[in-house]
Nanobody
Framework: VQLQASGGGLVQDGGSLRLSCAPS????????MAWFRQTSVKEREFVAG????????YYADSVKGRFTISRDNAKNTVYLQMNSLKPEDTAVYYC????????????????????WGQGTQVTVSS
């Protein structure tokens, strides 16, 4: 499975961006996809997750109400709509996928995911 992530860029404080992640190759209908982010001074952290089979969504407290994770079945793509961006959202964002329907406690753990995209930079200027 390969993941193609895109949509990062430079935006001003309060602006919006939409990230996309499209898995290619063999994926089951029960997979779980998530976005994580990392900076040079912070460890990788969970941002949002989506469980394909039952459409359950999960968010980090820091992004809840501002970010929305969704899917497009026809395009087999998961999106992360990021609104009201803040400078502290600046990071490299990675999409990740597990071929399994992860239990809730595992969705937020990076170790649960088998495949990772190349990362896309998001920079929010103040």
């Amino acid at each position: 499975v390969q993941l193609q992530a895109s949509g990062g860029g430079l935006v001003q404080d309060g602006g919006s961006l939409r990230l996309s992640c499209a898995p290619s190759g063999s994926t089951s209908g029960s997979y779980t996809m998530a976005w994580f982010r990392q900076t040079s001074v912070k460890e990788r952290e969970f941002v949002a997750g989506f469980r394909w089979q039952d459409k359950m969504t999960y968010y980090a407290d820091s992004v809840k109400g501002r970010f929305t994770i969704s899917r497009d079945n026809a395009k087999n793509t998961v999106y992360l709509q990021m609104n009201s961006l803040k400078p502290e959202d600046t990071a490299v964002y990675y999409c990740a996928v597990s071929p399994r329907r992860l239990i809730t406690s595992a969705v937020r753990q990076g170790a649960s995911y088998d495949y990772w995209g190349q990362g896309t930079q998001v920079t929010v200027s103040s």
